[in-house]
């Protein structure tokens, strides 16, 4: 059966492509800190912070409890 191109033109159908591209800014930048165990701890409590305040119910109840290292 041979293909009839008036046809195939016109199941043809036009597509667009959309890209988006998002950057995350840094929260901390690594080279404000000269130790090591002092941006691991800068991290951890910018990261304890976020997990608290994305917490909704009773924030007493579910906030972990600081301990000395």
Known sequence: MPI???ELDKERRNTQAAFSLSTV???IDPTKFSKWKRLVRVTAWILRY???LRLKTKPEDNVDPLTAV
């Open 50 to 52: 976020m997990r608290n």
């Open 25 to 27: 800014p840094t929260v």
């Open 4 to 6: 009839d191109a008036a």
